[in-house]
């Protein structure tokens, strides 16, 4: 029988069948059964060594902000890296750990006067999960400024994937494809005017205000551009902005967003989701892809 992991990692703290709602920012999803927060690259390759033994499946999560966690859960172990946060620069360079907060490291750039992050100074996800899904805003991806990013394989090995080896594309990198965890990025920067950098992230962030719902839970943009088309407009033609889901809805400030107005369950967003994509193909015969990812188990039917 396996020991109990709590017991085995007293150094980390170890939740039990902890409501991933307490962390999503939908503020949606079931529990997991196991909830960990290593704080250094040992502690999360221990972690991942003890699971493989124990054929716990491991899920990784960084600030949980473009997600969403199915109502029925995470079975196994779930990490999430939010306490593995230092960020440092050197020449024109910043180095952050996978959980350090993008929009912190942004601000590390600028205190530097460094250029080239400046299109991610709004965007609410860890450092992590930006390499993960090539995050990108205002014309701008990670993909531009990054140089590498040390991962954990599968297999504990820890390697230094370079910007080539990431193999970045629209919303994604090969991270996905190997389930490699991201424990930090080192972003390639170029000097600038700190004021001028500042006065452009302040710019951005008023214009991320005014357009998007930031007042209420979401998951941020739910659909990928499709290709020649804007989804938010595709949504608002269809006459679907400010239709309500149960406690979801399709923000009426901005058609590509999906706000948690009422206790949402994960269901109600997946299901607002579904019937999104269904009535834009049926209508504009355009496959909308979810930008969000999605995890989890679907929560059981009780008869």
Known sequence: MMEDIATVFPEV????NEPLAHYTYTKTGGPADYLAFPTNVQETKSLLAYAKQEALAVTVVGNASNLIVRDGGIRGLVMILTDMNQISSSGQTVTAEAGAALIKATQVAQA?????????????????????????????????????????TPEGEIRTLTKK?????????????????????????????????????????????????LELPSCGSVFKRPKGHYTGQL???????????????VSTKHAGFIVNIDHATATDYLEL??????????????QLETEVRIIGEKPTTEN
């Open 165 to 213: 080896e990431l193999d970045f594309g629209y919303r994604h990198s090969s991270i996905q494809d190997y389930h490699d965890i991201v424990l930090s990025a080192t972003f390639a920067l170029t000097t600038g005017d700190g004021a001028a950098i500042q006065a452009k992230m302040d710019d951005l962030n008023e214009r991320r205000a005014a357009k998007q719902p």
């Open 235 to 249: 949504i608002q033609e269809a006459g679907l902005q400010g239709l309500k889901w149960g406690g979801a809805q």
């Open 112 to 152: 530097h006067s460094l250029q080239g992050l400046e299109f991610a100074a709004g965007i609410p996800g860890s450092v992590g999960g930006a390499i993960f899904m090539n995050a990108g805003a205002y014309g701008g991806e990670i993909s531009e400024a990054a140089l590498s990013a040390e991962v954990l």
């Open 273 to 286: 989701i579904h019937h999104i994509q269904a009535v834009i193909l049926k209508e504009d015969n355009v």
């Open 13 to 16: 703290k170890i939740l039990r």
